[in-house]
């Protein structure tokens, strides 16, 4: 997990207890062989504060879930980083996710992940919003790849790693293109493939800014 400042936020907005961040989250799950006893399961998550203009990544290896578990558990895990009360938009791709939280599907099976997840949505002002896989949404992408990473290497992607990692996001609107980022990315999994590690990383938070983070407490 990691953090990035963009940009300064100058916008004088009331008193830390006031104060609600914006968040944006962007999240994806990835299971290589869904369903086989061996899979391996990852998610990964792009967590804006639109207020602080702080990003913040998630990259976690969650084991052998199925897809439909791994799609809940990515935005789980990405919520479980909120430290304060946020005002939040998950993006997904997962229909299931999306539906079922819309209140369109009922929670019949995966009862434990469903729990977990609207658990993790107290406090919070939560709306969901679906969009296409693949579709060029590059914050998305990013989650994607992050998630794909993660279930390839069997293991969290290392602070030091995501902190790299986020300065190619730094400079870029959600427009910009993801082979950069790709490119880094699969240099950062190379090296836990020679190494066959397997780490669980601690959060490193940046705390400078004129708003309280999002992502601490």
Request: charged share 25%; proline share 1%; net charge negative.
């Amino acid at each position: 997990m990691s953090v990035i400042r963009l940009a300064e936020n100058k916008s004088g907005i009331g008193t830390a207890d006031e104060y609600t961040p914006l968040v944006r989250i962007y999240a994806d799950a990835s299971c290589l062989r869904n369903g086989a006893i061996d899979s391996s399961a990852g998610c990964g998550a792009v967590m804006v504060d639109h207020n602080r203009q702080e990003i913040k990544l998630v990259a976690k290896y969650l084991g052998q879930f199925t897809n439909q578990q791994a799609e809940i558990l990515a935005c789980t895990e990405a919520l479980e980083q909120l430290h304060r009360s946020c005002r939040v938009e998950i993006v997904s791709d997962s229909r299931y996710v999306i539906d079922t939280m819309a209140g369109l599907n009922r929670m019949r099976t995966n009862r434990q992940f469903w729990t977990r997840l609207v658990k993790a949505c107290y406090g919070h002002h939560v709306s969901w919003r679906w969009v296409n896989g693949h579709s060029g949404v590059a914050f998305q992408e990013v989650a994607d790849r992050l998630a794909r990473s993660s279930a390839r290497v069997c293991s969290d992607l290392l602070a030091e790693d995501l902190e790299q990692l986020s300065g190619h996001l730094s400079s870029a609107t959600e427009q910009f293109d993801i082979r950069d980022f790709e490119l880094e990315l699969e240099k950062v999994v190379s090296r836990y493939e020679v190494a066959h590690q397997s780490f669980v990383p601690t959060s490193q938070l940046d705390r400078i800014g004129t708003l309280p983070s999002a992502f601490s407490a």
